[in-house]
C-alpha cells in the first residue's frame, strides 16, 4: 500500500472516527446544561423573563413523507417543557404564557436554501394571561429594541432573507385570561381544536351577503372552536364559536373566517363571516343579528346610543374598511328585524369620528304599531320589562300618576351624534287613535335631539310637529310646536254613524317649552299656549262611550241627557305657565245651546279644577240649573253638580262678550283654505260683533 493510500484511508477514518464522537456526543449530551444560557439570552433580547424550568432533550426521528436519499436524513425532535414566558413588571406579576410542554420537530435540509421549516409543533398544557391598564400599557407589546414598531406585522415573512415555513400546529385546550381595564373587561376562555374541520358555508346562509362572499374567494375552514364567560363593559357574558386555521391566519389579503354567538343579560348577538388580515385587521363582512328585550341597552355592551324599545330582533350585514385613511366606519346594511310587533329594515352607518361618534341613515316600518311607541317618551308599554335597569318586571310609574315620569337618560345623547330617517308607512292602532303613517328626521348634536318635522298623518289630516330637547343642559330644556290641520271629524269617529255625513274638521296649534327628564316633569314646569277649534261635529252619550271617557259621559248626559246633539263650533284657548294650564276660552257651541268651561289643569299635581256654564238658546231643552264641575286627578276624575249656585241667566250675546278677546287668537284656525267656511266662521264672527 503506498504512502498516499495509507494517508487516505487515515483521514478517512479520523473524519468516521470525529462524525461517529460527534453523534454520541449529540445523542448523549444533556442539553439541560444550555438552559442557564438559553434563559439568559432569551431573556435579554425580548427584555422580559424568560425561562425553561422542566427537562430540556433532543431527539431524532425518521422523516415523513420524505423519499430517496432525503429519507436518510434524519429531523432532529427538541422537546422543552415547564416554559414560562414573564410580563412586564409595571403591568402585571402573571405569566404572559406557560406551558407544560412544546415539541418541535425541524427539517434539516431547507436549511441550505435559507428557510426555517417545521414540520409539527405541539404543545402542551397551553395558558395565556393579557393585560391591560387603564393608562394603554400591556404586556402583549414586545419591546425587542429595534427601534421599529415590533407590533406591526411585516408585509411578508421574510426577515433577513429566510423564509419561516410551519406545518402542522396541534394542542389540547389552550386557557386564556383576558383583563382590560380600558374595556372594563374581565375575560376567561378556552381555545382548543376541533374533531374534523368545518367548512365556511356549512355554517353560513347561501343567500346572505356572507354567504355568497363564498362564491367570489375561497374562505379556509373553521379548525378551532373556542368558549368564552366574564364581564365586558360591567355587563357579564358567556360565549362560543370557530375560528380558521393558523395558515389562513397568516395569508396575506385573504378572508378569515369567524363565527361567534354571545349573551349578555337579554341581549343575543351572532356574527358569522370573515376578517381579511385578521393580524392586521383591514376588512370586516360578517352577518350579524342581534336580539334583546331593549334597544337602549345595548348602550353597555357596544357603546351607541339607542331608544328605549320593547323586545327586539334584527338581523343584517355588518361591513367596515379598517384600512381606509379616512375615519373608521361600521355599515349595518340591508337589515330587516323586529321591534315589538313592528317590522324595521334599513341602513345604518356609525362612524368612529371626532368630536364624537355619529349614527346616519335611515329605518323603514311597513306596518308600526303605535304601542311600540311607548318606551320612547317614558310610557307603560302593558308588558314586563325585563331590561338592566328593572329587572323585578315591575312597572315604574307610579299608580296615581297618568303622565310618564321615567326619565330620559341625557347622558348617553352625549356620547354621540346622529342623523336618521324613520318612516312608517302604516300604523296599526286602536279605534279611538286614527293614524295613518309617520314621517320624523331625527338629529342628534352634542346632546340636543330635535325631530323636524315628526309628522303624523292621522283622519285625512295631518299633525305636523317640531320637538327639541336639549340633553347638554341639566335639567333639559325641551320645545314642542305642533300643528293640527284637517283632521277630518269623521274619520276620528269611524264607528258614529251620524258624524260619517259630517264635514267637520279638527284644527288647532300648541307651542310648549319646559324644563325637566321625563315627560312628567317637562309638562309640570311647561310655559305657552294651545288653540284648537272643532267644527260640524256631533256629542251624545254614545260617541263619549266609545271614546272611553267616562266624565265626558257623566257631563253629556246631564247636559242633554240621551239625545244626539250637533256641534256647530268647539273653540278653546289655554294658556300654560308653569305646568297649570288656565281657559282663556273655552266655548262649545251646540244646535240649542251655548256652554262654557272655566278654570285650570295643573300639569304638576295632575289636578283638575274645571267649571261648565250651559246657556240655553230660546226653548229650554235641559232642565239643569246649578252648574257642573270637574275636580280630582287626570288618573281619577271627579265630575258632579254644584248643588250650591244657581246658573246666572242672562243674554247670549252678553255671554259672549265675555270672551271676545282670546278668540279672536282663533281667527287663524277658521278656514284652512281661503275658498272654504265652516260653522265656526259665523260663531267667532258673532263673537266680534258683540264685543263691539
Not at 348 to 362: F, I, N, Q
Request: glycine share 8%; with cysteine.
Amino acid at each position: 500500500m503506498t504512502l498516499g493510500k495509507k494517508i487516505s484511508l487515515w483521514v478517512v477514518a479520523v473524519v468516521m472516527i470525529i462524525l461517529v464522537a460527534m453523534i454520541v456526543i449529540i445523542l448523549t449530551f444533556d442539553w439541560n446544561r444550555l438552559k442557564p444560557t438559553i434563559n439568559q439570552r432569551v431573556s435579554e433580547a425580548i427584555h422580559r423573563p424568560f425561562a425553561i424550568e422542566g427537562d430540556l432533550s433532543l431527539d431524532w426521528q425518521r422523516p415523513e413523507g420524505e423519499s430517496g436519499w432525503h429519507s436518510w436524513v434524519p429531523w432532529p425532535h427538541l422537546r422543552a417543557e415547564d416554559i414560562h414566558l414573564g410580563s412586564p413588571d409595571t403591568v402585571t406579576d402573571a405569566d404572559l404564557a406557560s406551558l407544560t410542554a412544546l415539541d418541535i420537530v425541524l427539517s434539516p435540509l431547507p436549511l441550505l436554501h435559507k428557510t426555517l421549516s417545521i414540520p409539527n409543533i405541539e404543545i402542551t398544557g397551553g395558558e395565556a394571561t393579557l393585560v391591560r391598564l387603564q393608562d394603554g400599557s400591556n404586556n402583549w407589546t414586545f419591546d425587542l429594541g429595534t427601534g421599529d414598531d415590533a407590533s406591526q406585522p411585516d408585509d411578508s415573512d421574510q426577515q433577513g432573507g429566510w423564509t419561516v415555513d410551519v406545518g402542522e400546529i396541534a394542542f389540547d385546550p389552550i386557557d386564556l385570561h383576558y383583563q382590560d381595564a380600558t374595556l372594563a373587561a374581565n375575560v376567561d376562555a378556552t381555545v382548543e381544536l376541533l374533531g374534523e374541520p368545518i367548512a365556511f358555508d356549512a355554517l353560513t346562509d347561501s343567500e346572505s351577503a356572507a354567504g355568497q362572499a363564498v362564491a367570489e374567494q375561497q374562505v379556509a375552514d373553521y379548525r378551532f372552536g373556542w368558549r368564552a364567560q366574564g364581564s365586558y363593559q360591567n355587563q357579564t357574558f358567556e360565549g362560543s364559536g370557530r375560528l380558521g386555521d393558523l395558515a389562513a391566519l397568516r395569508q396575506r389579503g385573504a378572508a378569515y373566517p369567524v363565527q361567534a354567538d354571545l349573551q349578555a343579560g337579554a341581549t343575543r348577538v351572532s356574527v358569522n363571516g370573515t376578517l381579511t388580515d385578521p393580524l392586521a385587521p383591514k376588512k370586516i363582512d360578517m352577518d350579524l343579528s342581534f336580539s334583546g328585550q331593549n334597544l337602549g341597552d345595548l348602550y353597555n355592551v357596544i357603546g351607541v346610543t339607542l331608544p328605549d324599545t320593547p323586545p327586539y330582533s334584527t338581523r343584517g350585514h355588518l361591513t367596515a374598511n379598517l384600512d381606509s385613511q379616512e375615519a373608521l366606519s361600521f355599515r349595518y346594511q340591508d337589515f330587516d328585524g323586529q321591534i315589538g310587533e313592528s317590522d324595521i329594515h334599513g341602513d345604518l352607518t356609525y362612524l368612529l369620528g371626532e368630536p364624537r361618534p355619529s349614527l346616519t341613515g335611515e329605518v323603514v316600518s311597513r306596518q308600526l304599531r303605535f304601542a311600540d311607541l311607548a318606551p320612547l317618551i317614558g310610557a307603560d308599554t302593558g308588558t314586563e320589562d325585563q331590561s338592566e335597569g328593572n329587572q323585578s318586571g315591575e312597572s315604574q310609574q307610579p299608580p296615581d300618576k297618568v303622565l310618564p315620569v321615567s326619565e330620559f337618560q341625557t347622558a348617553q345623547w352625549r356620547t354621540m351624534d346622529a342623523d336618521v330617517k324613520f318612516t312608517a308607512q302604516r300604523i296599526e292602532h286602536g279605534d279611538s287613535l286614527p293614524l295613518d303613517d309617520l314621517y320624523t328626521h331625527v338629529t342628534l348634536k352634542d346632546g340636543e335631539i330635535l325631530l323636524d318635522p315628526l309628522r303624523f298623518g292621522v283622519a285625512s289630516g295631518n299633525l305636523n310637529t317640531t320637538l327639541r330637547l336639549d340633553g347638554s343642559q341639566e335639567p333639559m330644556q325641551s320645545r314642542v310646536d305642533m300643528h293640527i290641520r284637517r283632521l277630518l271629524l269623521s274619520e276620528m269617529f269611524p264607528d258614529v254613524d251620524l258624524m260619517q255625513n259630517s264635514r267637520g274638521e279638527l284644527n288647532g296649534d300648541a307651542t310648549l317649552s319646559g324644563t325637566g327628564n321625563s315627560v312628567a316633569a317637562i309638562l309640570g314646569s311647561s310655559n305657552g299656549s294651545l288653540q284648537m277649534l272643532i267644527s260640524d261635529g256631533v256629542i251624545s252619550q254614545n260617541l263619549m262611550e266609545l271614546a272611553g271617557l267616562n266624565v265626558g259621559n257623566y257631563l253629556v248626559g246631564q247636559l242633554f241627557g240621551d239625545e244626539q246633539v250637533d256641534i256647530n263650533c268647539a273653540a278653546t284657548n289655554l294658556e300654560v305657565d308653569d305646568g297649570l294650564a288656565k281657559t282663556r276660552f273655552f266655548v262649545i257651541d251646540t244646535e240649542n245651546a251655548l256652554i262654557r268651561v272655566d278654570g285650570t289643569v295643573n300639569f304638576k299635581t295632575e289636578g283638575l279644577d274645571l267649571n261648565i256654564e250651559p246657556e240655553s238658546k230660546g226653548a229650554r231643552v235641559f232642565t239643569l240649573r246649578s252648574p257642573l264641575y270637574v275636580h280630582g286627578t287626570m288618573k281619577n276624575p271627579s265630575p258632579g253638580v254644584d248643588a250650591g249656585s244657581l246658573l246666572a241667566r242672562g243674554a247670549v250675546g252678553a255671554f259672549l262678550g265675555t270672551v271676545a278677546t282670546p278668540a279672536a287668537a282663533l281667527l287663524a284656525l277658521v278656514s284652512p283654505s281661503a275658498d272654504e267656511t265652516t260653522p265656526c266662521n259665523d260663531f267667532l264672527s258673532q263673537i266680534q260683533t258683540d264685543s263691539h
